[in-house]
């Protein structure tokens, strides 16, 4: 069964940073394009950043560019967000997905076939 774990949400100030790691179980992220998405209350999910893992090409949204980056450990198998910077607007629940069919450099959802349970970051004033 694969699953993909997130780890490392929680509670920062503004202007702060946090890191977040996805780790898959079941299956090994090569060959895979990985991505973060993101939810807040009363609004959809949202492209954040993905990375590839064959070729480590990254793709922000304009939202996160220059404060979050997306990076891969070939050795860990996992893939790591770190958020600099942070803004009262980045509270929402992180969620970890991965894709390996299609277009891979895909910022849509739908085109995630594997997700995580996703994790909270609290951004506070």
């Known amino acids: 069964q694969v699953q993909l774990v997130e780890s490392g949400g929680g509670l920062a100030q503004a202007g702060g940073s946090l890191r977040l790691s996805c780790a898959p179980s079941g299956l090994a992220f090569e060959r895979f394009t990985v991505g973060w998405f993101r939810q807040a209350p009363g609004k959809e999910r949202e492209f954040v950043a993905l990375i590839t893992w064959t070729g480590g090409i990254t793709r922000y949204a304009d939202s996160v560019k220059g404060r979050f980056t997306i990076s891969r450990d070939n050795t860990k198998n996992t893939v790591d967000l770190q958020m600099n910077t942070l803004k009262l607007e980045d509270t929402a629940v992180y969620y970890c997905?991965?894709?390996?069919?299609?277009?891979?450099?895909?910022?849509?959802?739908?085109?995630?076939?594997?997700w995580g349970q996703g994790t909270q970051v609290t951004v506070s004033a």
């Open positions: 997905a991965a894709k390996d069919f299609g277009n891979r450099l895909s910022t849509a959802a739908p085109s995630y076939n594997h």
